[in-house]
């Protein structure tokens, strides 16, 4: 089974940037979606940001609002590795940050349809 090991977290101050990681152990065809979600302390976990990576849908990406304009996210797929460029970072970023595949072709942040999650990586924005 395709295991998913994100990296990259960390503490930064408000405003900076940081990019995260997630390592896939192996290529999967059954993958067609892959997103970023958070978690923070108290709160539900929620969807950042997806990209599809098969088919008509690859390279589309979708972004939370909260977000857009200051995460990016992408694939390499030749390394089996995708990324979330954080930039402007806010305090209200801090969370856990998961990377999560799904063998769906819908890709919006739905979590059910992802069967596929990392253990997370901390990122923590200080004021």
């Known amino acids: 089974q395709v295991q998913l090991a994100e990296s990259g977290g960390g503490s930064v101050r408000a405003g900076g940037s940081l990019t995260l990681s997630c390592a896939a152990s192996?290529?999967?065809?059954?993958?067609?979606?892959m997103a970023w979600f958070r978690q923070a302390p108290g709160k539900e976990r929620e969807g950042v940001a997806t990209?599809?990576?098969?088919?008509?849908?690859?390279?589309?990406?979708y972004y939370a609002d909260s977000v857009k304009g200051r995460f990016t996210v992408s694939q390499d797929n030749a390394k089996n590795t995708l990324y979330l460029q954080m930039n402007n970072l806010k305090p209200e970023d801090t969370a856990m940050y998961y990377c999560?595949?799904?063998?769906?072709?819908?890709?919006?942040?739905?979590?059910?349809?992802?069967?596929?999650w990392g253990q997370g990586t901390q990122v923590t924005v200080s004021a």
């Open positions: 999560a595949a799904s063998s769906n072709h819908y890709c919006g942040v739905v979590q059910y349809l992802f069967d596929m």
């Open positions: 990209i599809g990576t098969s088919g008509l849908g690859t390279g589309l990406t």
């Open positions: 192996e290529h999967t065809f059954s993958t067609k979606c």
